[in-house]
């Protein structure tokens, strides 16, 4: 089957992917920016990709043609706490227009389960886009799930962070809202089964797992599986803003997802029937099992793909492209080179710096910068990395985003999302004679930002030097 995978970049998207490869089906990967895809060649040399963006007004040239299906997986909900409703159904809108000159038989699109008749403006919004998608000139199959959990997910990275940081919780009354997650792996189940199955065309089926738990359940069977202990007092008087800033300060997520998610959290989300279970005949996995499976992820380094990768986790929402050219004029920069004697030993450092690993000097100075960039409603360090040794182009990595990163070229290219007054990158590359060279630039907005590199002149003079002599072999 030609099937079009919308969102090939996100955390479902990457997921699917070698699902949909691994039967065979040709897939066309349709993103904003190709060289945000971060896939390996291998897998790139299997796809297709459609560069568009669904918020422009669609250009209906040179268009991929004749699909038997596409996954529409396009979600706005972190991109701003005041329009993102806006943007899904505009999104939505440009997606049936391009559908209609395309031609496309089915469309799936992952939703979230809708129980109350007073909604979120998250759950209002995947209902708006249920509607418009229904509106398009092909059978549409919706698959409404609640939380997700698996190896880089939202919700899963958000528990892991709670439990793992806080033995004890003073927490919200939501907490005690009944959910019913289900594990990414059944999640792909569905997403594959419904594929051209003409049953399940013009419908809209809940999947959930076989839990029905409070989020104040879910954290403490968390904490039993991880051998922790865990001591929850829940109060009645934190509002969604406190809630907010208690999710941004204590986990990775964004205080713009934060603010989303807690107000989605305050609404049951539970399934209502189990009609495509019995269709598909598939049997979803407990909560704990989900848990084990993320875990033994992690544990093999087999993470495919975490939400933190997604561009509405960093302070810069436009095109990464326009960041990729390093400036050269009104830039103040630090230069460091050091011959080196084994290139790819010390490319393997480069590929590993941040994350567990760290940044090879003075850490507890980079942990400060982390701390103090959360505290002014920054990224942190909190990200991390997905993987310990692999890194692609538009990875987020601690407080930065990978711009670059080639082996071939010996080249590593980062900028900062961490708030600043100005705009910073971080470069790494091996030259024809062996020398590593380090730069970083930074160009500063008005005399703030000139004060603010001046001031830190005398840390980067350690932690510069510092770090490029531990890096090179």
């Not at 299997?46 to 918020?55: A, G, N």
């Not at 922790?228 to 208690?246: D, Q």
């Not at 269709?279 to 992820?297: G, N, T």
Request: net charge positive; with cysteine.
């Amino acid at each position: 089957m030609r099937i079009l995978l919308t969102g090939a970049n996100g955390y479902v998207g990457k997921r699917l992917l070698p699902e949909l490869l691994n039967v065979g089906h040709e897939v066309v990967c349709c993103v904003r920016n190709a060289s945000r895809l971060g896939l390996d060649e291998v897998t790139m040399s299997k796809i297709s990709v459609w560069e568009t963006d669904f918020l422009e007004q669609p250009n209906l040239e040179n268009l991929p043609q004749k699909f038997d299906a596409a996954y529409y997986l396009i979600h706005s909900m972190s991109s701003s706490n005041a329009n993102f409703d806006d943007l899904e159904a505009r999104s939505a809108e440009n997606f049936n227009k391009y559908a209609a000159a395309i031609g496309i038989t089915q469309v799936i699109f992952l939703s979230g389960i809708i129980n109350d008749t007073v909604l979120s403006k998250h759950l209002q919004s995947r209902s708006n886009v249920e509607a418009i998608l229904y509106n398009g000139n092909f059978k549409l199959t919706v698959l409404r799930a609640g939380i997700i959990v698996g190896s880089g997910s939202s919700s899963f990275e958000i528990i892991r962070d709670l439990c793992e940081k806080l033995p004890v919780m003073i927490t919200p009354k939501w907490v005690l809202t009944k959910t019913q997650p289900i594990a990414i792996r059944d999640v792909m189940q569905y997403l594959i089964g419904v594929l051209l199955k003409a049953e399940c065309y013009d419908d809209s089926f809940d999947i959930a797992g076989p839990n029905i738990l409070t989020y104040k359940e879910m954290l403490l069977l968390y904490a039993k599986t991880r051998k922790i202990k865990l001591w929850i007092i829940t109060v009645p008087v934190m509002t969604p803003k406190l809630s907010s800033y208690w999710l941004y300060f204590v986990t990775s997520t964004s205080y713009k997802l934060a603010s989303n998610l807690v107000e989605s959290m305050k609404m049951e989300v539970v399934a209502k029937d189990k009609r495509l279970q019995h269709i598909l005949d598939i049997h979803p996995i407990s909560y704990i099992d989900a848990i084990k499976l993320a875990f033994l992820k992690i544990e093999q380094n087999l993470v495919i793909s975490s939400w933190k990768d997604s561009l509405s986790s960093s302070r810069t929402s436009g095109d990464l492209q326009g960041y990729i050219q390093v400036p050269v004029y009104g830039c103040l920069k630090d230069r460091q080179a050091i011959a080196i004697t084994d290139i790819e030993k010390t490319m393997d450092n480069i590929f590993s710096i941040g994350g567990d690993k760290g940044w090879y000097y003075g850490n507890w100075m980079w942990q400060i910068r982390g701390h103090m960039d959360k505290a002014f409603g920054g990224v942190g360090l909190r990200r991390g990395r997905t993987h310990p040794t692999l890194i692609h182009s538009g990875d987020s990595l601690d407080f930065w985003r990978v711009l670059l990163a080639s082996r071939k070229e010996a080249r590593l290219l980062l900028f900062a999302e961490m708030k600043m007054p100005g705009e910073a990158w971080l470069e790494f590359y091996i030259d024809e004679k062996k020398v590593l060279h380090q730069i970083a630039t930074f160009r500063p907005r008005g005399l703030w930002g000139r004060l603010y590199w001046y001031s830190l002149v005398p840390f980067h003079f350690f932690i510069f030097g510092g770090m490029i002599k531990r890096i090179a072999v």
